[in-house]
């Protein structure tokens, strides 16, 4: 079971994918937004992997997060 980190600044979709996640074993953590985020890995829980959300504007994605952790970046194609 992966402990992930969820972040998005859109509600809906956050909660479906923790939904999604949780249904499949993992054990979720959702932030809506970066700032949220960064207090979850400061609160010394540690997280296998990070989803940032295509709602997470560029300039947050690439702020410091913890470098040993994998980081997926999800991006919405139109």
């Keep these: 079971m992966a402990r992930i980190l969820s972040v998005s600044y859109d509600v809906s979709l956050l909660g479906t994918r923790q939904l999604i996640l949780q ?3 993992h054990d979720v953590t959702s ?8 207090k979850q890995c400061e609160n010394s829980k540690r997280f296998d ?25 999800l991006r919405l194609w139109l």
């Design 31 to 38: 932030a809506f937004g970066f700032t949220e985020a960064l």
């Design 49 to 73: 992997l990070f989803i940032l959300g295509h709602s997470i504007p560029h300039s947050d994605k690439e702020a410091s997060l913890p470098h040993s952790v994998p980081v997926v970046l």
């Design 23 to 25: 249904e499949l074993g």
